[in-house]
Nanobody, 120 residues
């Protein structure tokens, strides 16, 4: 059973930093695609950053140059370092693990989410 537990959210002023953590159990972060997504009130969930099993990373345009995704295979944990935060970054942030079921089909697992609030 895959479980993802996020932590590190909170309230921060604009321009500040936060580091989110996602501790995984039931599957290794090193062999799956791992990602961070966010959902603001009244908006759809959107991709923030993804790191693939091969180590490739991809970021939403809105966070490029400010956010960094990384993983610690020994701790089976994925991180999202968020710098230069803006009020528009306010959202619930979710950790995602995508397990490949076949070359073209994957199964998604989600954490419970952690709230990030950026005040102006």
């Amino acid at each position: 059973q895959v479980q993802l537990v996020e932590s590190g959210g909170g309230l921060v002023q604009a321009g500040g930093s936060l580091r989110l953590s996602c501790a995984a159990s039931g599957s290794a972060v090193s062999i799956n695609d791992m990602g961070w997504y966010r959902q603001a009130p009244g908006k759809q969930r959107e991709m923030v950053a993804v790191i693939t099993s091969s180590g490739s990373v991809n970021y939403a345009d809105s966070v490029k140059g400010r956010f960094t995704i990384s993983r610690d295979n020994a701790k089976n944990t994925v991180f999202l370092q968020m710098n230069s935060l803006k009020p528009e970054d306010t959202a619930v942030y979710y950790c995602n693990l995508r397990r490949a079921v076949s070359p073209i089909i994957g199964r998604n697992y989600w954490g419970q989410g952690t709230q990030v609030t950026v005040s102006s």
